[in-house]
C-alpha cells in the first residue's frame, strides 16, 4: 500500500496496511489528531529533517503491568527509598530534558520544538501525563512521560541523569498503573533495556486487539496530580 497523504482531517488508514511501520505522512501536530493516532495504534515518529511520519510497527513492544520484572538491585534501591517520585507536577521540564538529553548523547531526536508544543497541550487537557523522579536534595534526576487513554499508557520518552533513576521511575509507574486496573504499556519498538523490565513482542494485529478491547469507548482525560508516590515494594 502507497503511504497515506494526510490532509486537514483527523483521517487515518487502517494500521493493518502500513509499510515497514510507516502508515502516513504529513498533516500536523493538532492535539486531536494524535489522539485520533493513539486510538487507532498509531504515533507520530520524526526528526527535524524530515516531514511528519505517522508510525504503527509490527511487531510492537508492550508491557502487561502484571508481568513486570523487578531485578534484586532495583528491588534494593526501593526498599532504601532512594528517589522520590511525583506524577505530573513538572511536564514541561520532563519533555524538555528527554529531548535535552537525546541531543547530548548524539541520538536522533524526534522531540521537535513542535512535538514539545504539542504534547504540553495534552497535557494540559489531561491526556498527557509525566512521571518525575528527585534525588534526596529535590534535583529533578529522572523521569518519562506519554499518553492516557482508557486502560492504556502509551509511552513517549524518558531520561536519566543519575544511575537507575529513570528505571526507578518506571517500575514506580507500572506498579501504579497495576494498583489502578491498567492493562496495558505501549512501549512501541524494542529495547534491551525495557525487555529487562519484562515487555515482550507482540504482533500489530494483536495489539490492535488489545486496543479495541482497552480503549473504553466514553474516553475521559484523567487527573494525576493527586496521585501519590505507592511504593509496593515495602508493602
Known amino acids: 500500500m502507497p503511504i497515506f497523504i494526510l490532509n486537514e482531517e483527523f483521517v487515518f488508514p487502517n494500521p493493518k496496511e502500513a509499510e515497514e511501520g510507516i502508515i502516513a505522512i504529513g498533516g500536523d501536530l493538532n492535539p486531536y489528531r494524535i489522539l485520533e493516532a493513539y486510538r487507532r495504534g498509531i504515533f507520530p515518529w520524526y526528526d527535524e529533517n524530515s516531514p511528519i511520519l505517522w508510525h504503527s510497527p509490527d511487531p510492537r513492544m508492550v508491557l502487561f503491568p502484571s508481568r513486570l520484572k523487578i531485578s534484586k538491585s532495583m528491588k534494593s534501591l526501593f526498599r532504601k527509598n532512594r528517589f522520590n517520585v511525583t506524577f505530573d507536577r513538572d511536564f514541561s521540564q520532563v519533555i524538555a530534558k528527554c ?96 525487555a529487562s523490565l519484562g515487555a515482550e513482542m507482540i504482533s500489530r494485529n494483536d495489539f490492535l486487539l488489545y486496543l479495541e478491547k482497552y480503549l473504553e469507548r466514553n474516553i475521559e482525560p484523567q487527573n494525576w496530580k493527586d496521585w501519590k508516590f505507592e511504593n509496593l515494594i515495602l508493602q
Open 99 to 194: 529531548a535535552d538529553v537525546r541531543y547530548k548523547n548524539r541520538k536522533d531526536t524526534w522531540i521537535t520544538k513542535e512535538m514539545e508544543e504539542a504534547y504540553k497541550q495534552l497535557s494540559q487537557f489531561g491526556w498527557a501525563h509525566s512521571v518525575e523522579v528527585w534525588n534526596k536534595n529535590g534535583q529533578l534526576v529522572g523521569g518519562l512521560y506519554g499518553i492516557v487513554m482508557g486502560k492504556c499508557f502509551f509511552g513517549e520518552s524518558m531520561f536519566s541523569l543519575e544511575d537507575n533513576a529513570s528505571k526507578f521511575g518506571f517500575i514506580a509507574l507500572v506498579q501504579n498503573l497495576n494498583l489502578r486496573g491498567f492493562e496495558m504499556i505501549d512501549c512501541q519498538v524494542y529495547t534491551s533495556h525495557l
